[in-house]
């Protein structure tokens, strides 16, 4: 943690706060965005496939497709549109922590 992670924390946990959230649903509404964003962040940094990897890394799913059907229908793995799931997966999370909130 550096020095301006608690200031980071105290304005996200304070407008979580003053939308009604307290005690464990507060802070897990709090960790639930940043994790996100950090897990967002790692991946992004250390998980660059190559052209040839990616090719290899759909041959293997496919020739899996009974195993991992779901996996499979659904192109995971390959949808490496980043800015696109990050969005929509901090959609996702926001819209269920607002259910929480009752607004």
Partial sequence: MGPNFPAWMEFL????ARAGLTGKRLN???WAPYNHVMGATATGS?????AEEARLGQEYR???RDQYPTVAANNYIS??????GFT????LL???IEAQTGS
């Fill in 79 to 84: 949808d490496v549109d980043r800015d696109t």
């Fill in 46 to 50: 250390s998980l660059r496939l190559s």
């Fill in 13 to 16: 946990q304070s407008a979580l």
């Fill in 94 to 96: 926001l819209d269920g």
């Fill in 88 to 91: 929509d997966g901090l959609e």
């Fill in 28 to 30: 897990a509404a709090t």
């Fill in 62 to 64: 496919e020739s899996r």
